[in-house]
Nanobody, 126 residues
Framework: QVQLVESGGGLVQPGGSLRLSCAAS????????IGWFRQAPGKEREGVSC????????YYADSVKGRFTISRDNAKNTVYLRMNSLKPEDTAVYYC???????????????????WGQGTQVTVSS
């Protein structure tokens, strides 16, 4: 059974950090582009960061550039999103997705995904 499972969300104070994990089962992430997306209440889902399966190149939304880092560990079949300097506006449900045939720019901007996780809540509040 193909599955993506996110973890690592929680409540953090402004300026704090979290690391989200996206673990895959039922398929191998190696050749998939993986993206992190988020959706805040009343807002559309947006692409946060995407990473290529072929060369490890990365894409970041302007709102998170310099604060978030996406990485992948193919041996663990897992992709991570390290989030530093968190702001209240980063509060959202974070989802990961996988797609076998897309550019990372298209994946993040157009929100492409063949497989999606169930999401993990990130709340940034004092």
């Amino acid at each position: 059974q193909v599955q993506l499972v996110e973890s690592g969300g929680g409540l953090v104070q402004p300026g704090g950090s979290l690391r989200l994990s996206c673990a895959a089962s039922g398929f191998t992430l190696d050749y998939y582009a993986i993206g992190w997306f988020r959706q805040a209440p009343g807002k559309e889902r947006e692409g946060v960061s995407c990473i290529s399966g072929s060369d490890g190149s990365t894409y970041y939304a302007d709102s998170v550039k310099g604060r978030f880092t996406i990485s992948r560990d193919n041996a663990k079949n897992t992709v991570y999103l390290r989030m530093n300097s968190l702001k209240p506006e980063d509060t959202a449900v974070y989802y990961c997705a996988a797609h076998p045939r897309t550019t990372i720019q298209a994946m993040c901007i157009m929100k492409y995904g063949n497989y999606w996780g169930q999401g993990t809540q990130v709340t940034v509040s004092s």
